[in-house]
């Protein structure tokens, strides 16, 4: 079965970094786009940012172009999420979701990790 | 930026009551519109994706239409799980930016 979990939350002051991971299975991983999505707390959840199938595209929203930095590892099936210069509003739970098949198409988040809590403090 | 608005904000309803939730985008969408289901504590999970398709598992009450910059999550009959709130979310065609609505609530009246 697809599961996703992610990890490397944790409190940290603002302008500090942290590097999260979201180890995917149950799936061929070099197939799928992933994506990170957020939910500040007690908020709707916002899409930070999308790695392709192999890597070669990335993009980002708005609120975190320039500070984060996504990327996979394929031969680990693990994809992660560098943030940089954080602030305060980007404390939430940040979630991995398998986005959809590398020749499917398609806008869809089919399966969601647990999340993972970061908090800018 | 396409930006979603869904409404009502908070639906209140009793069980077996049908539920109708709207996400209307400030331009013209592509098919690529989903609905998620959020409770307390859980991750979000895919209800319908492509405007109309029940994802995997996902009951027959639930079903999904529209068009352009109107969409609409329908659950036929409300059963107590369905407590929740909703989310629906669009993909832009290039570059396949995500975006969410602000999400509705559905609570027991």
């Known amino acids: 079965q697809v599961q996703l979990v992610e990890s490397g939350g944790g409190v940290v002051q603002p302008g500090g970094s942290l590097r999260l991971s979201c180890e995917a299975s149950?799936?061929?991983?070099?197939?799928?786009?992933m994506h990170w999505v957020r939910q500040a707390p007690g908020k709707g959840l916002e899409w930070v940012a999308v790695?392709?199938?192999?890597?070669?595209?990335?993009y980002y929203a708005d609120s975190v172009e320039g500070r984060f930095t996504v990327s996979r590892d394929n031969s680990k099936n693990t994809l992660y999420l560098e943030m940089n210069s954080l602030r305060d509003v980007d404390t939430a739970v940040y979630y991995c979701?398998?986005?959809?098949?590398?020749?499917?198409?398609?806008?869809?988040?089919?399966?969601w990790g647990q999340g993972t809590l970061v908090t800018v403090s | 930026e396409i930006v979603l608005t869904q409404s009502p904000a908070t639906l209140s309803l009793s069980p077996g009551e049908r539920a109708t939730l709207s996400c209307r985008a400030s331009?013209?969408?592509?098919?690529?519109l989903a609905w998620y289901q959020q409770k307390p504590g859980q991750a979000p999970r895919l209800l319908i994706y492509?405007?109309?398709n029940r994802a995997t598992g996902i009951p027959a009450r639930f079903s999904g239409s529209g068009s352009e910059t109107d969409f609409t999550l329908t659950i036929s009959s409300l059963e107590p799980e369905d407590f929740a709130v909703y989310y629906c979310?669009?993909?832009?065609?290039?570059?396949?930016?995500?975006?969410f609505g602000g999400g509705t609530k559905v609570e027991i009246k």
């Open positions: 790695a392709w199938y192999d890597g070669s595209n990335k």
């Open positions: 149950g799936f061929t991983f070099t197939s799928y786009h």
């Open positions: 979310q669009q993909r832009s065609n290039w570059p396949p930016l995500l975006t």
């Open positions: 331009q013209r969408v592509s098919s690529y």
């Open positions: 979701a398998r986005g959809w098949e590398k020749t499917a198409g398609g806008g869809k988040l089919d399966y």
């Open positions: 492509d405007i109309s």
